[in-house]
């Protein structure tokens, strides 16, 4: 009797469980950071698709993941639980072990791993290089412009993350893919490469923000002056752009910067936010606009990134917004209508330029540094990869007369199917 008792019962909670599914008002908000899974990608999965897993098992936790009722809940005090057991281990662990000379721990958080008891937040380390067939589709695509613009100068430039790195390497067992060895034996010999170093933990620390993916100022100051670098002997650029200020909109306007790490994480993350600051440079005198994808016409815009409402505390302080993305990656009209870099191309065109033209694609890096290189072209079109499917990539190479072609990113834009060019023979 005891065991139909207990079959009975379990056979309720799987009823309850799977009845969730029909109740949208029991499933999970957008804040609690849905990957948007359904059942129907289980058995008839889409491989362009952002949540795509290779594996069926994968693919029926992703859906179960998001559709089951109270979740958020149940995962933080699982992942609470058993976070707070590994990092005991942890600690024990660690009073008998000491790190190799630039080596360091990693320790689990939910689905991203703490730097030692730093605070900052990584992704697990890449064993595996990127997909090889994605990085050749963008050495083909490369090799095409070539072939239709031959005089374009092309450079590719990658941000190094800390998982990049192989600080992991004795804590992993083995070494850490290199993604920008794998970018750089794959490009044509035409294309200049460059990417960001670090010489320790402590200087990645300085230049980077603990609760995001992005650099900070610091370090796209850092990146820009690479790029330049790059570049400068080609074009004959005018001199680097050295900042004038540094504002520190966080210390000054209480503004608390969340990652998309720290906000992924949520309670789990009790190490606080990070300060948000930018840095002043002496631009010269630019007019902005954006493309509408739909028409290709150019909208005139009043100001491409929000440096005068960050430098004057208009901006709303609502915690956990993303500074990083809303200032650098927004641009307003005089009617004060906003336009999304995610959404719109957009075009700067300056006094002082050298006569020449760029083209940046970029994925979210490429923001901080847009302005500062702009300050050296006539015009400059900053196209995000999350466009580059509306607006083929040879029209905007001949409509707007481009010298350069920047690929500015992480691995999005070399191992990701997802944002390849589109040229107009093919629409």
């Not at 730093?118 to 695509?141: L, Q, W």
């Not at 493309?291 to 709303?316: K, N, Q």
Request: with cysteine.
């Amino acid at each position: 009797m005891k065991y139909k008792c207990t079959t009975a019962i379990v056979f309720a909670v799987l009823l309850i469980c799977l009845a969730t599914y029909f109740f949208p008002a029991l499933k999970m908000e957008s804040s609690e950071n849905r990957t948007m899974a359904t059942f129907d990608m289980i058995f008839h999965p889409d491989e362009d698709s952002v949540v795509y897993h290779e594996s069926i098992v994968e693919r029926l936790d992703a859906a179960l993941s998001d559709q089951f009722a109270f979740r958020e809940a149940v995962v933080k005090r699982y992942l609470g639980l058993f976070n707070s057991l590994e990092n005991r281990t942890y600690d024990f662990v660690r009073l008998f072990k000491k790190n190799p000379e630039g080596q360091y721990f990693l320790r689990a958080i939910g689905d991203y791993e703490l730097i030692e008891d730093t605070g900052y937040i990584t992704a697990f380390p890449p064993i595996e290089p990127m997909k090889k067939e994605n990085v050749e589709k963008r050495v083909d695509e490369i090799e095409h412009l070539h072939e239709m613009f031959p005089e374009l100068k092309i450079y590719a430039y990658y941000v190094t993350q800390a998982y990049d790195t192989d600080w992991f390497n004795d804590y992993l067992g083995t070494p850490a893919a290199d993604h920008y060895e794998e970018i750089t034996e794959a490009a044509p010999e035409y294309v200049k490469t460059g990417h960001l170093t670090y010489t320790d933990l402590t200087d990645y620390m300085n230049v980077h923000y603990k609760t995001d993916h992005h650099w900070n100022h610091l370090g796209a100051d850092r990146g820009y002056e690479d790029v330049y670098a790059m570049m400068s002997d080609d074009f004959g650029l005018s001199p680097r752009l050295a900042p004038t200020e540094e504002n520190h909109s966080s210390k000054t306007y209480d503004y608390s910067y969340l990652g998309s790490y720290g906000r992924a994480l949520g309670e789990l993350y009790k190490y606080g936010s990070d300060d948000f600051s930018f840095y002043e440079y002496p631009l010269p005198e630019r007019e902005g606009a954006v493309i509408d994808p739909e028409t290709r016409e150019e909208i005139p815009v009043a100001e491409i990134g929000l440096y005068e409402e960050y430098r004057t505390g208009e901006v709303s302080k609502k915690v956990g917004a993303d500074h990083y993305i809303k200032m650098y990656g927004t641009a307003r009209d005089a009617a004060g209508t906003s336009y999304d870099d995610g959404d719109y191309p957009f075009i700067i065109r300056s006094d002082a330029g050298s006569g020449k033209n760029l083209l940046i694609c970029s994925d979210s890096y490429g923001r901080a540094i847009r302005d500062q290189l702009a300050s050296h072209f006539d015009t400059t079109v900053y196209y995000d990869y999350r466009v580059l499917k509306k607006i083929p990539i040879d029209y905007m190479i001949e409509k707007y007369d481009i010298d350069a072609l920047l690929i500015c990113s992480n691995t999005s834009m070399w191992g990701s199917d997802g944002f390849r060019f589109i040229f107009e023979e093919e629409r």
